[in-house]
C-alpha cells in the first residue's frame, strides 16, 4: 500500500510539474478575438522602454502602436539596424506624437509571444540600434484570445491515463493479497 500511495503521490507531482511549465508558444492573428487591446511590451533595452500599447487584430492581421518613456527615437524598423540601413524610407515607422509629447510608432505585429528585431534610430546620434521586442500575450484582457482546446484535450488525456494506471496497480496489488 505504502508503495501504491508513492506511485500515485509522484504520478500527481509529474502532473503539477507539467501543468506549471510556461513554454513561449507564438500566437497569431487567427488566435485572436477581432478588436483593439492594451498588451504589454517586452524590450531588450531601458533605452526603448514601451509605456503603453495598443494591439489592434482585425482581419486576420495585426498592428500595434507603441509608445515610448522618451523622445530619442525618430523612427523604428523591424528588422536589425543593417537591415535599417539598407531598406527604403517606405519601410520604416516614423514617430507621431501624444497630446502629453511622447513619441508613438504604429507598427504590424506577426505573432504574440514571439522574439523579433526592431531597429530605433536615434535622433541624437544619428544612428540605429538593435532592440528585441516581445508581444506578452498573458498581458492581454480576458476574452482576447480565443478558446485553444489542445491543451485541455491533452491535459484531460494525461488525467485518464493516470486514473487508468492506478486503477490497474491497485487490482495487482488486491490480487497480490487474496
Known amino acids: ?25 507564438p500566437i497569431y492573428a487567427d488566435g485572436i478575438n477581432d478588436g483593439t ?9 531601458s533605452m526603448f522602454k514601451i509605456i503603453d500599447c495598443q494591439l489592434t487584430v482585425a482581419n486576420g492581421k495585426m498592428t500595434a502602436v507603441m509608445t515610448l518613456s522618451g523622445t530619442g527615437y525618430e523612427k523604428v524598423f523591424l528588422g536589425t539596424k ?14 507621431t506624437e501624444t497630446d502629453e509629447g511622447k513619441y508613438c510608432y504604429e507598427i504590424p505585429v506577426e505573432a504574440l509571444d514571439k522574439e523579433f528585431s526592431c531597429a ?21 484582457p480576458n476574452g482576447a484570445l480565443k478558446f485553444n482546446s489542445v491543451p485541455v484535450i491533452i491535459i484531460a488525456v494525461a488525467v485518464v491515463v493516470m486514473i487508468a494506471a492506478a486503477a490497474i496497480i491497485i487490482m495487482k496489488c488486491r490480487k497480490k493479497r487474496g
Not at 82 to 95: Q, V
Not at 125 to 130: A, R
Open 120 to 140: 530605433g534610430f536615434s535622433i541624437r546620434k544619428q544612428k540605429w540600434y538593435d532592440r528585441t521586442l516581445v508581444f506578452q500575450s498573458e498581458t492581454l
Open 82 to 95: 543593417e537591415e535599417a540601413d539598407n531598406a527604403p524610407d517606405s519601410e520604416f515607422s516614423y514617430f
Open 1 to 25: 500500500m505504502k508503495r501504491l500511495f508513492c506511485i500515485i503521490l509522484l504520478m500527481i507531482m509529474t502532473m503539477c510539474i507539467c501543468s506549471c511549465e510556461k513554454e513561449m508558444t
Open 37 to 45: 487591446y492594451s498588451i504589454e511590451v517586452k524590450s531588450s533595452s
